[in-house]
């Protein structure tokens, strides 16, 4: 079973542009992860944070983490073409395992 | 650094027969992973060790998917009998001990037809 949503599924947007990503998820997390997966490849880490934390920036990248909505946003500023690919939420559970549960990701394309 | 290594990179095969995958960690990395991926959705995760040992199986179909990992090194996971909705990318991923991001690997591409 998925525990995050990302909203939209899809999003197309101009290069240059900001792509914002929205994940929601359902039981309390311990930390909260964003990957990107390029077509047929696997997936890169980019940022995690943790439940403790609002926000957290790295390049062009911005998350934002709100707990008492179980919600996370991962903006993407002055997007790429190389940014198509598609984003995917992990959410840690407070259980100590570090079992990550991947949401089911937003398909994003940035047009030249 | 080197990657998490997996191959093969593709498989097809029949339904009914079986298959492996192997998946080698970075080096020093204590937890690894195997995920599935259906076309389509986000990667559901399989089974993780903890060096050489289960931390958790829950979502394996243990009827016909079994891993192991010897030596807390390498693993495979191996599907016997497959089926045809088994066709999947099957995603290896380790990390260090902690809260880290994971590594994946490239993943195998299974069809079964």
């Known amino acids: 079973s998925q525990q995050g949503e990302e909203d939209p599924q899809a999003l197309s947007i101009q290069e240059g542009e900001n792509a914002t990503m929205n994940c929601s998820y359902k039981?309390?997390?311990?930390?909260l992860q964003w990957y990107r997966q390029n077509s047929g490849r696997g997936l890169v880490h980019l940022i995690l944070?943790?439940?403790?934390?609002r926000e957290k920036h790295s390049g062009r990248l911005r998350v934002t983490l709100d707990t008492s909505k179980k919600s996370s946003s991962l903006l993407i500023t002055a997007s790429r073409a190389a940014d198509t690919a598609s984003y995917f939420c992990a959410t840690a559970s407070t259980s100590g395992t570090y079992k990550y549960i991947f949401g089911t990701g937003t398909r994003l394309k940035v047009l030249a | 650094e080197a990657g998490v290594a997996q191959s093969p990179r593709y498989k097809i095969i029949e339904k009914r027969q079986s298959v492996a995958f192997w998946c080698n960690p970075i080096s020093g990395h204590a937890t690894l992973y195997w995920y599935q991926q259906i076309l389509g959705q986000g990667p559901k995760l399989l089974i993780q060790f903890q060096n050489n040992g289960v931390v958790d199986d829950s979502q394996l179909p243990k009827d016909r998917f079994s891993a192991e990992r010897l030596k807390g090194v390498d693993s495979t996971l191996k599907i016997q009998p497959a089926k045809l909705e088994d066709s999947a990318v099957y995603l290896c991923?380790?990390?260090?001990?902690?809260?880290?991001?994971?590594?994946f690997g490239s993943g195998t591409r299974l069809t079964v037809v």
């Open positions: 039981t309390s997390i311990n930390n």
């Open positions: 944070i943790r439940s403790n934390e």
């Open positions: 991923a380790s990390s260090p001990p902690g809260v880290y991001g994971y590594t």
